[in-house]
């Protein structure tokens, strides 16, 4: 069975600075792996995600995330922090594609991400 | 208008009470799915359907039922609420394909008191 880690229940940062959030997946099969935002008050959705090919996928909003499978980790990436980032980001693993798979999504815990003026 | 509506926005009740929950859709997707999230366990899956006559148990359904009134209708029910059913609900749906992704509702906060 798949499982996700996140590391860290809330990282605060300064405005301008690196945003890093950790992702740790379990997996006995190569995972699809995913990254999704939850705004105040608001659903989640999907930031980026991994399926196959190219390890750095980028996302919206200028986030990025690559998968190392000998890390076995996705973690999520963003050059500088801009106030309107805050929110909660969950990371997301399937054993299953994409394409006809949402039921067997395993979430992580959330980070919740606050940005510091 | 949004495209995964859900109904009521906030609830409270008493244990005991049978309570329902309602989403529609108008992105015209066949997969409904119902999640609930707690602070610090993240989502986890209650029921979900892949067409009207298609309907799963996810990793928490006890305590629970739905209904699937139409494609773009699902309804989540708790036939006795009891307190640890405190909680944030998401509707979401999706479709199918390359691009297959969750579409989430902005949630019901039920309390249970």
């Known amino acids: 069975a798949q499982s996700v880690t996140q590391l860290g229940s809330h990282v605060s940062v300064s405005e301008g600075a690196l945003v890093l959030l950790r992702c740790n997946y379990s997996s006995s099969v190569p995972p699809y792996l995913f990254w999704y935002v939850q705004y105040p008050n608001q659903g989640l959705q999907l930031l980026l995600k991994y399926t196959t090919g190219a390890t750095l996928v980028k996302g919206i909003n200028g986030f990025e995330a690559e998968f190392k499978k000998s890390e076995t980790s996705f973690h999520l990436t963003k050059p500088s922090a801009h106030m309107s980032d805050a929110a909660e980001y969950f990371c997301?693993?399937?054993?299953?594609?994409?394409?006809?798979?949402?039921?067997?999504?395993?979430f992580g815990k959330g980070t919740k991400l606050t940005v510091n003026p | 208008d949004a495209d995964v509506t859900q109904t009521p926005r906030n609830r409270i009740t008493k244990t005991g009470k049978r309570i329902m929950l309602e989403c529609s859709q108008t992105?015209?997707?066949?997969?409904m799915y119902w999640y609930r999230q707690d602070p610090g366990l993240g989502l986890r899956l209650i029921y979900y359907s892949f067409d009207v006559k298609d309907i799963n148990k996810g990793e928490i359904s006890d305590g629970y039922s739905v209904s699937r009134q139409a494609q773009a209708k699902f309804s989540l029910s708790l036939e006795s609420a009891i307190p640890n059913q405190t909680a944030l609900y998401f509707c979401?749906?999706?479709?199918?394909?390359?691009?297959?992704?969750?579409?989430f509702g902005s949630g019901t906060q039920l309390s249970v008191l």
């Open positions: 979401a749906t999706s479709g199918t394909g390359d691009n297959e992704k969750l579409f």
């Open positions: 992105k015209g997707h066949d997969r």
């Open positions: 997301a693993v399937s054993d299953l594609p994409p394409q006809g798979g949402s039921e067997k999504l395993v």
